[in-house]
């Protein structure tokens, strides 16, 4: 089954046994059963090793979210001290453990000013599904309960359930499920490179803000309980707002009194040079969500961070907010969150994002703006988005789109060095902890990876 001219027999018993008992997420299943997995056996920094001993440079920090990078022993050590001491207990019936009550404490102190209050859950998911029920009540407690629609955007990622996947405006995420729920409407998203035209991207950011504006009013603002989006689209494409964007959003929000809701789940904890995303852009939301880099991924856990009018309300209702998962507030998923913001701290590691090493980054990809397949390079701190493109004057897209990204995806593989593809634009977000050679050896990489795709243009049915 595999791939490879020998592979070992431990590779041959688990990509069999995988083919026969494990269905994976977001995956071709019969598509699947064809290929062999690659299987990942252990990491350190940024590298991953898989089953054939091959290093691979993880430009994506596993999905958006090992920032502290891999092999940290003091984040093993922090849960194996607390399963030790503690493993579970659960914060329902007035009760607690120490690590969410200090976790709350430590996140309240690097949040923006008044997001002080934290509801824990295990996954992005999760937290956004947690998002949409604390609004609504929210909105029964002022005595509007008719505001309870959600205003979301074309490109959005925000998870799985179903409502956090009504909130996605990933088209394909909608119809194998009967979404959106009713409730949940798009808009346009600010995505210059496509739908700019001959616009500047501050004026298109303006416009494209301006389209939540119509959709309130074409809803009725009494109708509308929150505007909910990513700082800078990941899973939808690494879409960068132009910087006219935000402030306009949130200015409209104010206006119409709707909550203005920031997705953190990719941005949070560092990526974008900042502790959250909106602070890059110079806003201040009225909740936020926050998971991946909180724990680095050790161990799930999300949370959603409440502002003071959100959390006052909920505080003053008197009767019980019924919702809750069995393990909000897991102590050993805290403990190890816990930890990870006292490396960030120790490590400062935020600044060095801002200064160093997300410069020098954004400057090593920018480079890449010269390869006869790239339109557009667009990113913050450490993120990176490359589209590639069939015309870099008309800006036009491969057609079919999502082939070229394929095959770039693939020659990464092959090549040692892990990124991602949307449609055709292709997606870095490797740890925070990732070094000035570690940068140079992803980028080396993937231009060699450009050039193998350009030379496969003609075999895949495409012209450049
Ligand atoms: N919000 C955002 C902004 C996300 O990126 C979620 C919410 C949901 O989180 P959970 O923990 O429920 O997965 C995410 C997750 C990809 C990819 O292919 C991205 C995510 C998850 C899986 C795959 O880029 N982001």
Sequence with gaps: ?????????????????????????????KDMLAKAS??????????????EGERLIDGMA???????????????EAAYRQMLELPYYNTFFQTATPPPIELGKAIAEVTPKGLDHVFYANSGSEANDSVVKIVRYFWKLQGKPD??????????????????????GLKPMHPQFGLPLPGFAHIETAYWWRQGGDMTPEDYGLKAARALEAKILELGPERVAAFIGEPIHGAGGLIVPPMSYWPEIERICRKY???????????????TGNWFGCQTFGVTPD????????????LPISAVVLGPRVADALNRAGEEFVHGFTYSGHPTACAVALEN?????AETIVERVRNVIGPYFQKKFAALADH???????????????????????RRNFDPEGKVGLACRNHCFRNGLIMRATRDTMLASPPLIIKESEVDEMVAKFRTCLDLTLKDLPTIGLKS
Aim: proline share 3%.
């Design 287 to 298: 909740l936020m969500t926050v998971a991946k880099g909180l724990s680095s991924g050790y």
């Design 257 to 271: 009194d709707v909550l203005l809701i920031s997705d953190e789940v990719i941005c949070g904890f560092g990526r």
């Design 62 to 76: 596993g999905l958006w979210c090992v920032n502290m990078g891999y092999g940290r022993k003091e984040l093993a």
């Design 147 to 168: 505001k309870s629609i959600f205003i979301s955007r074309e490109f959005g990622y925000h998870g799985v359930t179903m409502a956090a996947a009504s909130l996605s």
């Design 1 to 29: 089954m595999s791939t490879r001219a020998n592979p070992r027999p431990e590779t041959l018993r688990w990509q069999e046994l995988d083919h026969r008992h494990h269905l994976h997420p977001f995956t071709d299943y």
């Design 341 to 345: 913001i006292r490396l960030m701290h």
């Design 38 to 51: 690659r299987i990942i056996v252990k990491a350190e920094g940024v590298y991953l090793w898989d089953s």
């Design 372 to 394: 006869p397949l790239v339109g557009e390079v667009r990113g913050k701190g450490l993120l990176c988005g490359i589209e590639l493109t069939a015309d870099k004057k008309t």
